[in-house]
């Protein structure tokens, strides 16, 4: 397992893993901007604090498992695990190419390490719901099972399906992560379909929530913490994160959901996140 | 040809529904593999998993009226090393679902046994919503996926056993009413192989699930016309015994096929495909001529949708005499 870093190097982390999405997208030519964005300061915590893993060893029997419920945000799971050593840097380069292992959408098969394919949204609660049903089974109580959604993807009818039975059951080794940014392709949330009192409909699904910011990766750690030690019931922590955070003219903004930056966006996004690096590194020095 | 060691079905057949073989296949499995778990949304007892709820309830899921929900635990059980039979009627799993088991089963390759109860014609009184006729073709169509349709209980019963071995998706459709027992225990099963229930030179009448005994109840009016009928029992339509079929065919030269599910995309669908592409002969498919069912008896229902013992001897005919 990895060790455990302290927070500015987990910061830096952050930024490398923003820069290197831009990197990738621009170079795909297609993808999602804001999602993987917002949710880098996440991705980091789970890959570098949270997650029990071994990137030399992708299906370690001990490891923890993490599930990325809405798969359009896979660049930064590509990132943070080519960070992370699952992969050299290099190869995020051939993100969305013919023959690449990172594919557009994340593929099991393909590439050790994922866990599960995804894509086709509201999947991701319910497969965590049959690990934790199965480990029950076999008695191994001590490995947690991490979903990482998106807040419109919870639009869709079997994540509310898992919800009730991740409660019935009290399976309390899952514990998802609701990337609450507020978008979705057609717009803000609360204008395609409302998912406000989002916190009390998870709590009347019978779930515990936490709330946290998604953008501070110390938070993210401490609630993970949290989570595992709630035992009654699934957890459900909600995640405010501002999508596309980091580059100034992506961030809040829908448009930027699926799109990825041309040549001279991507200039501007990569000037933006280095003077944003330089900053992190003077502000802990 | 080796002894299937078929039932003798020339006076009135011992009647079982094919369900209840699926249900001690089902036992008998997860007495052999403690990794057999088994889900069902809301129809335990109809979809006959109650015997292994009842013995292995710590292995059992309710997981509600939820078949998304359903097949996706499935895939997550699969993933974390269990051997995962879901069970629902066929409208709902794999009517509802489809996608989810494109995903999360197919593209991910999980090892999930989808049980669909319930479906064909012999649903009945029930009507047309869940009288499920379009799962074959839509099972059929996934990469990776094996789809299994048993001709009696005692069939279905082996399916499962084999089923629990499998590291495939496997989709097995099972039928709500009694239905004929042609077989044995002595009966052999493999995943993947035709049978020839009953030799014959003129022409080949290729059966699946409840209709093989419809087409060997055809065979009998035929053998009375002058006209010898091969009748083929396919338990696995895919993947499809090519090489069973295409020597039966280049023997009879002409062709019907029979099931109780729409002739595009089930079995009839996969044998025009195969038969197009190697050895095109004359060609009948009796099933439901895309149109839905209604309430009726299944008896009823067969002769009104033209699938029954008659239709298949007439369809016999007409590519017989076009040869």
């Known amino acids: 397992m990895p060790q455990k870093l302290p927070l500015v190097n987990l ?69 943070a695990m080519a960070q992370a050593g699952y992969f050299d840097r290099k190869e995020l380069l051939t993100l969305r190419q013919f023959g690449s292992r990172l ?13 599960t394919t995804s894509g086709p949204l509201g999947c991701g609660l319910s497969q965590a719901c049959g690990i934790a049903l199965a480990q029950r089974m076999d008695s191994i109580t001590h490995r947690w099972i991490y979903v990482v959604m998106g807040d419109g993807e919870i639009n869709e009818g079997n994540i509310w399906e898992a919800a009730m039975l991740a409660s019935k059951y009290h399976l309390n080794n899952v514990i998802g992560i609701l990337d609450r940014n507020n978008i979705q392709i057609d717009g803000p949330t609360e204008l395609v379909m409302p998912l406000e ?5 998870w709590e009347a699904f019978g779930w515990h929530v936490l709330e946290v910011n998604g953008n501070d990766i110390e938070a993210v750690i401490d609630a993970c913490a949290m989570a ?58 | 040809m080796s002894n299937l060691h078929l039932a003798d079905i020339s006076g009135e057949p011992t009647r079982e529904p094919i369900r209840k073989g699926f249900g001690r296949g089902l036992l008998a499995a997860g007495k052999l593999d403690i990794n057999v778990v088994a889900a069902c949304a809301d129809l335990t007892d109809s979809t006959q998993m109650g015997l292994f709820r ?8 309710e997981i509600g009226i939820a078949e998304q ?28 679902n489809w996608e989810q088991i494109r995903t999360t089963i197919c593209l991910n390759d999980r090892h999930v046994k989808i049980i ?47 089923m629990a071995k499998d590291l495939r998706p496997n989709y097995m459709r099972l039928a709500r009413e009694p239905t004929p027992v042609l077989t044995t225990a002595e009966t052999p099963f493999e995943i993947g192989t035709a049978y020839v229930y009953e030799p014959g030179a003129d022409v080949t009448i290729i059966a699946t699930g409840t209709m093989t005994y419809h087409a060997l109840r055809a065979a009998e009016l035929l053998y009375k016309d002058g006209i010898e009928a091969e009748v083929v029992h396919v338990p696995t339509i895919k993947p499809l015994d090519s090489a069973t079929i295409l020597k039966s065919v280049r023997k009879t030269k002409c062709v019907v096929t029979v099931e109780e599910a729409q002739i595009i995309g089930g079995l ?51 590519v017989t005499a076009k040869k």
């Not at chain 1, 009192?197 to 409909?201: E, F």
Request: charged share 25%.
């Open chain 1, 11 to 79: 910061e830096k982390i952050a930024n490398d893993i923003r820069e290197d999405i831009i990197r990738m997208l621009v170079h795909a030519g297609s993808g999602h901007s804001a999602g993987p964005l917002g949710l880098a300061d996440i991705f980091t915590a789970l890959y570098f604090d949270v997650l029990r893993h071994d990137p030399k060893n992708p299906d370690w029997s001990e490891r923890d498992i993490l599930l990325l419920s809405n798969g359009h945000c896979v660049p930064v799971r590509y990132a």
């Open chain 1, 103 to 115: 594919q557009g959408h994340p593929e099991r098969l393909r590439l050790p390490g994922l866990e």
């Open chain 1, 197 to 201: 009192d989002l916190r009390a409909k």
């Open chain 1, 228 to 285: 595992r030690s709630i035992v009654e019931k699934p957890v459900m922590i909600i995640a405010h994160t501002i999508p596309g955070k980091g580059v100034d003219f992506m961030e809040s903004d829908f448009h930027w959901h699926g799109m990825p930056p041309n040549p001279e966006q991507a200039r501007k996004a990569l000037h933006e996140l280095r003077t944003l690096g330089g900053r992190i590194r003077g502000e802990h020095e």
């Open chain 2, 54 to 61: 009842d013995n292995f309830p710590e292995r059992f899921i």
């Open chain 2, 69 to 96: 929900n359903l097949v996706t635990v499935g895939a997550g059980l699969a993933a974390a090393g269990k051997i995962p039979f879901v069970s629902s009627y066929a409208a709902f799993s794999p009517g509802r």
């Open chain 2, 116 to 162: 669909g109860s319930h479906a064909g014609l012999y649903t009945g009184k029930d009507g047309a919503t869940h009288q499920m006729l379009e799962d074959i073709a839509l099972m059929r169509v996934l990469p990776n996926m094996v789809v299994i349709v048993p001709g009696d209980s005692l069939e279905a019963e082996k399916a499962t056993l084999a």
């Open chain 2, 268 to 318: 009839g669908g996969a044998v025009a495909e195969l038969l197009g592409e190697n050895f095109p002969v004359p060609l009948k498919r009796i099933g439901m001529p895309d149109h839905f069912g209604e309430s009726g008896d299944p008896d009823e229902l067969l002769t009104h949708f033209g699938l029954d013992a008659s239709h298949i001897r007439l369809a016999a005919h007409e």
